[in-house]
């Protein structure tokens, strides 16, 4: 059974820093997509950062690109996201998601349980 489990997270004043990071069990993700999205309350989850592990491509969010990176371990069965220059709008509840493929047209996603992080003076 897959399951992926976050950790990281936490309160930081603007400006900082943390690390998320998403670790699966009884799987690597050596051929899936795999994405932090994040959600506040009463908004819709909305998409982060992705990287296709296969390739290592990565795609970011407008609102973060220059200021987080997404990337992974070289066993593929962790993937981060660093998140610098913090600001108040990104506080949020951060959720991994994998997207195991089987074919092109055949996946299985997966989710973390979520971590919170908080961005506050």
């Known amino acids: 059974q897959v399951q992926l489990v976050q950790s990281g997270g936490g309160s930081v004043q603007p400006g900082g820093s943390l690390r998320l990071s998403c670790a699966a069990s009884?799987?690597?993700?050596?051929?899936?997509?795999v994405a932090w999205f994040r959600q506040t309350p009463g908004k819709e989850r909305e998409f982060v950062a992705a990287i296709e592990c296969r390739d290592n491509s990565m795609y970011y969010a407008d609102s973060v690109k220059g200021r987080f990176t997404i990337s992974t371990d070289n066993g593929k069965n962790t993937v981060y996201l660093q998140m610098n220059s913090l600001k108040p709008k990104d506080t949020a509840v951060y959720y991994c998601n994998a997207r195991a493929y089987e074919t092109t047209t055949k996946w299985s996603d997966y989710w973390g349980q979520g971590t919170q992080v908080i961005v506050s003076s």
């Open positions: 009884g799987h690597t993700f050596s051929n899936d997509a």
